[in-house]
């Protein structure tokens, strides 16, 4: 059973465009989320998180929202870069359990 | 500089034979964890570690193997028993997550096991 889940394998968008990446999660228990960025052949880093006492946490270009009820989070990017073209993992943290659960992640083109 | 490493970055061994990837940190961390990514897949957890000489099976540890001597050194065997052992294989790295979850995990480049 994948308690996180990344619905959309891939996503293209245009330079400049509003980007937006999905992540719904099943554990009622999990209080903290964060992306990762990855690319080929790299491990991944960290680019925002969002405790869940929190409905919005914005870093630059990169704004996570969290709806705690729909049990659903989303990172847009804005305006959205060449450069940001990867793969973006969600993850979900549980306070206790020591350990991160991922998703299969969702694979951002951005076209010039 | 602070980081996590991993060696070797490509590694080949033949089936039946045992294989250990090195995962190093100097981030002073408490946590640290193996996961293997297959392609076009997510991070599946194998092993973690939240102290020094404890750590927990994650979803996948059927046919690995860990140890957690040192709190700088977390190395992975991977076994015979392992049934599909060619994958790429991520160490990371936290601040102990048991009380709190807010930490950030630091990632090694990975190493990449062809087993033929």
């Known amino acids: 059973d994948q308690q996180v889940k990344q619905n959309s394998p891939s996503l293209s968008v245009q330079e400049g465009r509003i980007s937006i990446l999905n992540c719904d999660y099943t554990?009622?228990?999990?209080?903290?989320f964060l992306w990762y960025k990855k690319y080929p052949a790299e491990g991944p880093t960290f680019l925002i998180s969002?405790?869940?006492?929190?409905d919005k946490n914005e870093d630059g270009r990169f704004t996570v929202f969290l709806n705690k009820s729909a049990k659903h989070l989303s990172l847009h990017i804005v305006p959205s870069q060449p450069g940001d073209s990867a793969v973006y993992f969600c993850?979900?943290?549980?306070?206790?359990?020591?350990?991160?659960?991922f998703g299969d992640g969702t694979t951002l083109t951005v076209k010039p | 500089d602070g980081g996590i490493t991993q060696s070797p970055k490509y590694l080949f061994r033949k089936e039946g034979q045992n294989v250990t990837l090195s995962c190093e940190q100097n981030?002073?961390?408490?946590?640290m964890y193996w996961y293997r990514q297959d392609p076009g897949q997510g991070l599946r957890l194998i092993y973690y570690?939240?102290?020094?000489?404890?750590?927990q099976k994650g979803d996948i540890a059927e046919g690995y193997s860990v140890s957690r001597e040192k709190k700088e050194s977390f190395p992975l065997t991977v076994t015979s028993a392992q049934k599909n052992p060619t994958a790429f294989y991520l160490c990371?790295?936290?601040?102990?997550?048991?009380?709190?979850?807010?930490?950030?995990?630091?990632f090694g480049p990975g190493t990449r096991l062809t087993v033929t």
């Open positions: 990371a790295s936290s601040g102990t997550t048991l009380h709190k979850p807010d930490y950030e995990q630091y």
């Open positions: 554990n009622s228990m999990f209080d903290y």
């Open positions: 969002i405790s869940s006492i929190k």
């Open positions: 993850a979900a943290s549980e306070t206790h359990a020591g350990k991160s659960t």
């Open positions: 981030l002073n961390h408490d946590a």
């Open positions: 570690s939240q102290i020094v000489n404890d750590f």
